[in-house]
């Protein structure tokens, strides 16, 4: 981790001021990857290059792709990990169904909710920042005393049957789920923004040195608080998407997400050690990732073994872009 | 533990090791110190019986196993490779030994083969990690998720209903002997971490470790091989989470099909409040990894006796997973900025 | 460096102090041991509202009695339960009530509870040596599918296009009988739905984690719209209607749950048609009157320990969607069930069609 940190001080500082594409060497393996996984399972069924095959995998990607820009923006800028997403993806779906069912307008459940997610990262962000203490840590005990606690509160939730906002949930625009457009837009948006705006260039340059960003003048503790409560923001949204889409969730229920969301985050370009990485990527690396469960449907395996090829897949996947990054890109 | 000025603040200055003074003042002190808050708390909290034999061997037997995979996985973590497989193959090593006695092997040869698999994954993940340069969380979650599926399936093939029953005399007898009123496998853990504690301290694979995790580039240039240091780091890793898997058959009698679920969380938990690093080499000391675990154990222990709702139990180990890593931070050690 | 080492020292010496005052102090505590003491080990899975029910309906029976309670977690994890055995075992409990949600751990914990003496009470999975109580979940799954058989013959004349399993194999046993059972119970009803029409997904027990699996199964089979949906639990059930709604399939799926934990309240899917009761929250109440009361009494029952022949029976309770909607959801029969006369149970208050 400390090599690349190294390596990537130098290009920290100008992170792009015309267009380029960081990263593209791992976007190409992860497109080349995604291409031949949806050729060999055409190949073996027809019917796998349908809408519902579409409809299936971008329903899957919608949450994690949410998750990974928050989780890729907290990697990018050193804070390593946000072990916390499950309960602030669950706290905030929580806020939703509840607000939802009391007969508040959308209009307001949005941001609302949104605000819960942004005072998650905030108390993140000041656990980390006046502890001192490394965030991996920090996130890991506060998502282990956000789930007990939501556990306290409570065992089921749903959106409320009837709404509007669960309809949106389930429907369709232009073909493709309602829920994954909003993905979409934030990738675009926070992919473009990130290396263009002030505050995302001092984001990449603490990821990628803080004494030397520190030096610049630019604020690490301002820093850290933007980027956290950004993840909880991201959080918030995915909630969003969750509680409208999903049926009746528990505080558990999102669990399930954190490893594919740091494995996404990973594979899409995001160096742990910080500095590094390519938001735009992120809708490659959770397309591919997406499409594996499913293509692996076709191919008739149960559950079980579908985990084996998804652990195969992953480590192919890392193993290849780790080689070209090590003996090709120099 | 100290902060250079020389641009590359995430490598330690090699520091002469005196190693009376490191115990007390270094990451060992504080969690050593969090260990003595939590041994008087559960005294007065519990009374006598806190620290009787009786209850010192329930936790004992239920931190052992944890304790020794943490032992071999904190060498991977020195090295500066964090392996999150380590749960996966304890879970998947001990649905091997348990389908193995199933078809009639015994046990000598059934441990060896099951070893001998999860040293083959673990030269998988080197495979991946050190050959192909893949990023190690990345590398070792694949793994874990694809020796889950494993798990699974041979569970499911072998056992019934989802338990694989593979009950052993011998290796129950082992893992539930008592030697002086404890439990002979707490103490075999705390042995382990006696022998990784003096290898990491005193011996120049040691060194190397820390050097390899702590700055690899200037390890290599020393001449030091960063791709054999770390191979055997993510071997010993596999191999230890095989023997506990192999331990959780004979304490168990019988494998389910979330055998080591989540149980690389509780190991990196507990090696990180004993002071060391999942995302930076050459920090931490085996010592401090198990004074991690005796602390959890104890507080654990402690919310178990004392009648609180299980449901605050979590809440309540969260904070004081908190409360040390903070303590340890006050008493000098990195701070994060 | 020394003031480092001195102040360690101090520290010792003051812990060690304390210990000593302390210790003194708590000498008697063991002494007043006379009441009767319950040890329940509720089985921490975070997937479903009733695991923590059972306990709370457990220590308000038990506080009602004036015993003493003990109540742990086993972390739906093997390891945690053989620990909460060796605490249960230390404190000195006269009896223990479980849900052992990992039984692979059972035949261990039968092992250490049988050489301390204590009776065991276990929910839903049989051990030998445990008393047995709960239900049949065989029969439950049976009578879930026959019913869903008879509204699958009146719609679409016993031809599905698809009739779908929720698995939930973690659930072990309990799922070969429960979906199996919804399985036979179907065929009962419609015994010529051809092979290649039954599909499974994996489920785990969960409407949102078993989402994606159930979407991906639905892809596989684009062209099927009249779907049959059995499973685990209504929650399994609903990740396959949940799916069905997202791919824009939901006009012709109709799901049968069981444990009727979504059929209750006024969010119920409408695609739900009906779910099996079990009240698993007031289990406590069978457990009590049949044999933790007589045992207390220092009367214990014979030993009974198979679903077949079991210590106590609890009735499975199968309703339509509409009949549901008159019973209460858990929180409100909890309260109910604790302010109702003593050894009422749950089936007896709510069960619309007993």
């Given at each position: 981790m400390a090599d690349h940190a190294i390596g990537h001080a130098a290009s920290a500082g100008r992170p792009g001021m015309r267009f380029r594409l960081d990263g593209w060497g791992t976007a190409a393996v992860v497109a080349l990857a995604w291409v031949a996984l949806v050729a060999v399972s055409a190949i073996h069924r027809a019917d796998f290059v349908s809408h519902q095959t579409v409809l299936a995998i971008t329903f899957t990607m919608s949450i994690v792709g949410v998750l990974a820009v928050g989780q890729a923006l907290v990697g990018i800028s050193g804070g390593f990990l946000d072990l916390s997403q499950p309960t602030s993806l669950i706290l905030t779906a929580l806020v939703a169904s509840r607000l939802l069912a009391l007969g508040l307008d959308p209009i307001l459940v949005i941001p609302i909710t949104l605000a819960v997610g942004a005072a998650w990262g905030l108390l993140n962000a000041l656990i980390i920042v006046y502890g001192k203490l490394n965030p991996v840590i920090v996130t890991l005990a506060t998502n282990f005393i956000g789930l007990a606690a939501l556990f306290l509160i409570f065992q089921i939730a749903e959106a409320p049957i009837g709404s509007a906002f669960r309809a949106f949930g389930r429907g369709s625009f232009l073909g493709l789920p309602n829920i994954w457009w909003p993905m979409v837009a934030l990738i675009l948006i926070v992919g473009f923004l990130l290396p263009r705006t002030r505050y995302g260039r001092h984001a990449i340059a603490v990821g990628g040195n803080r004494f030397a960003a520190q030096a610049r003048g630019i604020s690490l503790r301002k820093t850290r608080f933007a980027i956290f409560v950004a993840s909880g923001i991201c959080a918030a949204m995915a909630g969003l998407l969750f509680a409208a889409s999903s049926g009746p969730f528990t505080p558990a229920s999102g669990t399930v997400y954190l490893l594919p969301v740091i494995a996404a985050s990973i594979l899409a370009g995001v160096s742990l050690g910080g500095g590094r990485g390519n938001i735009w990527l992120i809708m490659l690396s959770v397309g591919f990732l997406s499409t594996v469960p499913t293509a692996l449907v076709f191919f008739g395996l149960t559950s079980d073994w579908q985990a084996i090829f998804q652990g195969v897949i992953l480590m192919v996947a890392v193993a290849i872009d780790g080689y070209r990054e090590k003996w090709v890109a120099r | 533990m100290t902060e250079t000025l020389t641009g590359r603040p995430d490598t330690p200055l090699p520091i002469a090791h005196h190693p009376v003074r490191d115990v007390l003042t270094g990451p060992v002190g504080s969690i050593g110190i969090t260990l003595i808050i939590v041994l008087v708390a559960g005294l007065a909290l519990i009374?006598?019986?806190?620290?009787s034999a009786s209850n010192v061997t329930i936790a004992g037997q239920f931190v052992a196993i944890p304790m020794l995979i943490g032992g071999f996985a904190s060498f991977a973590l020195l090295a500066g490779v964090v392996d999150l497989s380590i749960g996966s193959i304890a879970g998947v090593a001990a649905a091997i030994l348990g389908a193995l006695l199933v078809n009639g092997w015994d046990i000598a040869s059934a441990i060896t083969l099951t070893l001998a698999a999860c040293l083959l994954f673990g030269a998988i993940n080197a495979t991946a990690i050190v050959g192909f340069n893949a990023d190690p969380i990345a590398a070792t979650l694949g793994m874990l998720t694809g020796l889950r599926g494993a798990t699974y399936v041979i569970v499911e093939a072998y056992g019934q209903s989802g338990s694989l029953f593979a009950f052993h005399d011998g290796l129950f007898a082992l893992t539930n002997l008592m030697v002086w009123s404890l439990p002979l496998i707490f103490l075999v853990a705390l042995g382990v971490t006696a022998v990784a504690a003096v290898i990491v301290g005193k011996t120049r694979l040691g060194r190397h470790t820390r050097a390899v995790g702590g700055d690899a580039l200037a390890a290599s240039r020393a001449g030091i091989s960063v791709a054999r240091v770390r191979t055997g780091a993510l071997l010993l890793s596999a191999l230890g989470a095989g023997l506990g898997g192999v331990l959780y058959v004979g304490q168990l009698g019988a494998v389910s099909r979330n055998l080591g679920f989540g149980l690389e969380f509780q190991v990196y938990a507990a090696l990180m409040i004993g002071g060391f690093s999942i995302l930076r080499g050459g920090v931490g000391s085996p010592a401090g990894g198990a004074l991690g675990f005796l602390v959890i154990a104890g507080a654990a222990n402690i919310l178990d006796l004392s009648g609180i709702s299980p449901y605050y139990v979590n809440i309540i180990v969260g904070m004081l997973l908190l409360a040390a890593v903070l303590l340890d931070r006050l008493r000098g050690g990195d701070a994060y900025e | 460096m020394e003031g480092q080492s001195r102040s360690s020292i101090r520290s010792l010496a003051a812990a060690a102090a304390a210990t000593t005052i302390l210790g003194a102090g708590y000498a008697t505590d063991a002494a007043a041991q006379d009441k009767f003491k319950l040890g329940m080990a509720v089985?921490?899975?975070?997937?479903?509202?009733w695991m923590k029910a059972q306990g709370d309906v457990a220590r308000a029976l038990a506080e009602q009695r004036g015993w003493d309670y003990i109540e742990l977690s086993n972390n739906d994890d093997a390891a945690t339960a053989l620990k909460n055995a060796g605490i249960f075992i230390q404190e000195g409990v006269d009896a223990v009530i479980q849900f052992n949600g990992q039984p692979s751990s059972n035949p261990a914990l039968a092992q250490r509870f049988g050489a301390a003496g204590i009776p065991v009470v276990t929910y839903d999975i049989a051990q030998p040596g445990f008393y047995f109580v709960g239900i049949d979940n065989l029969a439950a799954g049976l009578a879930g599918g026959e019913a869903l058989g008879k509204i699958i013959k009146e719609k679409w004349n016993c031809q599905p296009d698809l009739v779908i399993s929720a698995e939930g194999a973690a659930a072990g046993i309990v799922n070969e009988w429960r979906t199996g059972g919804m399985r036979d119970g179907l065929k009962k009803v419609c015994p010529d739905i051809p092979a290649e029409k039954w599909v499974s997904f994996?489920?785990?027990?969960?409407a949102t984690v078993g989402l994606p699996a159930a979407r991906d199964l639905l892809a596989a089979h684009p062209d099927a719209k009249r779907m049959a949906v059995v499973g685990l639990n209504d929650g399994g059930v609903l990740a396959a209607i949940n799916a069905a709604e997202q791919l824009g399939r939901a006009d012709e799926i109709i799901g049968w749950g069981q444990d009727g934990a979504f059929i209750t309240g006024d969010n119920v899917n409408p695609h739900l048609a009906g779910s099996v009761f079990y009240f698993l929250e007031g289990y406590a109440v069978y457990a009590f009157r049949d044999v933790i009361d007589p045992i207390a009494a220092g009367n214990p029952p014979p030993m009974k320990d198979t679903a077949g022949d079991p210590a106590s029976r609890v009735e499975p309770c199968p309703v339509s969607a509409e009949e549901a909607a008159k019973v209460p959801d858990m929180p409100e029969r909890v309260k109910l069930l604790l302010a109702a006369p003593p050894g009422t149970t749950e089936y007896q208050l709510f069960c619309p069609n007993k």
């Open positions: - | 009374g006598p019986r806190f620290l | 089985g921490g899975n975070p997937c479903c509202e994996e489920s785990q027990g969960q």
